[in-house]
């Protein structure tokens, strides 16, 4: 069970350890798209893992200390999780697959840790793995060992009492008698043993699972897998990687969609509203720094507003630009789009634009130009705001399909 907003609070302290990490804009973009940071947040000063004595799924003794030489993704789970874990196997999954067609299975190791040592014996594992198909590294330990695994990496998890009526175990077909709260998460490990990034948040598949996971899921597992909060998504953590090897992202890696003309944009907006036909004749154009986005924002109370945070040196943000491209032209007559350019050379800025036409206009300006509506972690940062002029919803990181954005706008711009 995801863990409730008061948990998450006290949780804060392991992120008041890390700051975000600072995008390299200097990497030769011949040969792809640059890889700076996806959507984690980079350890200031990595720390290096405690030797930890764990069981694998075979029942095993192992240490983290196995791995020494490869790359690590981590990320806590539990089988008996009918919310985020089975979205968060699924997006294991996902990138297992996108490694090896990266050339990179020998150098990373994909695994889960459970966050349930009471009930998730290796035999236990062996069998969801089975159910599953998932064929990643699961780990287990001592309660104790488990407990001194995810202290180290700030994951919280408690024993809670089950809902009522209970849900079944999948295993023994037996009602289950207590749950168990926790944060989501993903974390980077390098070769060293030293924790690199972390980044706590739902993962996100794009609404997809095989049907034996969205199986597992319950009617909150359900909403969460349409609407993931704080999202990572199996493409981001293999761009991290990327940037962690200090390699380029491949030409050709990230979702390729194919925005509209500019005739087709137009016939598609004629006839909106004065106020946002005004933004469409800004279309593509880069507005000073002493325009005030926030002072447009007041500007188009009455009409919900979505922000997209970016900057033309950001990988992701690069990657996801033709998904606004196409949704603003779908749903610019209902929905002020706005970009806000963030620390970035105008010169670059206006270049980058010209080559990736959209029906809206940016705003230049830094991480602090939006800090009344929202504060960024990193880039690219998307904001939702109501017809009130409320800030409803913040999206941190990139999209990764059209259909997730879709849903987003429909959901926390529309009210649909």
Known sequence: MTVVAAVLAAVVVVVSVVKTAQFDRQRDTVSGVPAPLAIGTALERPRRLPHLQLIDDHGRAVSLDAWRGRW?????????????????????????????????????????????????????????????????????????????????????????????????????????????????????????????????????????????????????????????????????????????????????????????????????????????????????????????ITEEVRALRGYPVVINAWASWCGPCRAEFSLFASASASYGRRVAFLGNDTSDSAQDAREFLAQHPVSYPSFQGTTSSLSSLAQLEGLPTTIFINRAGRVVFVHTGSYDSQTTLTQDIERYALGI
């Open 72 to 292: 690590l993704v981590l990320a806590p789970s539990m089988t008996l999780c009918g919310e985020v874990c089975p979205m968060t196997t699924g997006a294991l999954m996902q990138l297992q697959d996108e490694l090896r067609q990266a050339g990179l299975a020998d150098q990373v190791t994909v695994m889960e840790a459970t966050i349930d040592p009471w009930r998730d014996s290796p035999a236990r594992l062996r069998a969801y793995q089975k159910l599953t198909g998932a064929s990643f590294t699961m780990l287990t330990g001592t309660q104790a060992e488990i407990r001194r695994l995810w202290k180290f990496f700030g994951v919280y998890y408690e024993r809670v009492p089950e809902g009522k009526p209970p849900d079944i175990d999948w295993m023994t077909h037996k009602p289950l008698t207590f749950d168990i709260q926790h944060t989501d998460a993903v974390f980077i490990i390098d070769p060293a043993g030293q924790e690199r990034i972390v980044d706590e948040g739902m993962p996100g598949v794009g609404g997809h699972l095989s049907a034996t996971l969205r199986g597992l899921l319950d009617q909150q597992g359900l909403q969460d897998l349409a609407h993931p909060q704080l999202p990572w998504t199996s493409h981001e953590v293999l761009e991290d990687l990327y940037y962690l090897m200090e390699r380029n992202v491949p030409a050709g890696s990230v979702p390729k969609v194919t925005p509209p003309t500019r005739e087709a944009t137009a016939v598609a907006l004629a006839g909106s509203p004065q106020l946002l036909a005004a933004l469409h004749r800004q279309a593509g154009r880069l507005l000073a720094g002493d325009a005030s």
